[in-house]
Nanobody
């Protein structure tokens, strides 16, 4: 079972930026799509972004397009989420997950090996 650990969350003012990291154990990281999901207070967990195993294909939720960028460095077994122009509604616990295949999707059911989450709080 792949182990994932998120980091980089914190408190930031609206309009600011944060970069989240997700470090994976083992040497099979590069064979799978990776995704980011989030859960805000009073909300259901929702899809944020995903990236193919080679990094050539990315998909984003409409709410974050143009503001967030997902990337990966397979040599470091790490996936990133660069978050710019943050809004208070981006406040949530952000989770990293490994896909079940190489192709990225927007469905939680296509991901497994979830991390523990990292808190992102955006103030007005």
């Amino acid at each position: 079972q792949v182990q994932l650990v998120e980091s980089g969350g914190g408190l930031v003012q609206a309009g600011g930026s944060l970069r989240l990291s997700c470090a994976a154990s083992g040497r099979t990281f590069s064979s799978y799509a990776m995704g980011w999901f989030r859960q805000a207070p009073g909300k259901e967990r929702e899809f944020v972004a995903a990236i193919s195993w080679r990094g050539g294909t990315t998909v984003y939720a409409d709410s974050v397009k143009g503001r967030f960028t997902i990337s990966r460095d397979n040599a470091k077994n790490t996936v990133y989420l660069q978050m710019n122009s943050l809004k208070p509604e981006d406040t949530a616990v952000y989770y990293c997950a490994r896909g079940r295949a190489a192709v990225p999707t927007k469905s939680m059911t296509d991901f497994t090996s979830w991390g523990q989450g990292t808190q992102v709080t955006v103030s007005s």
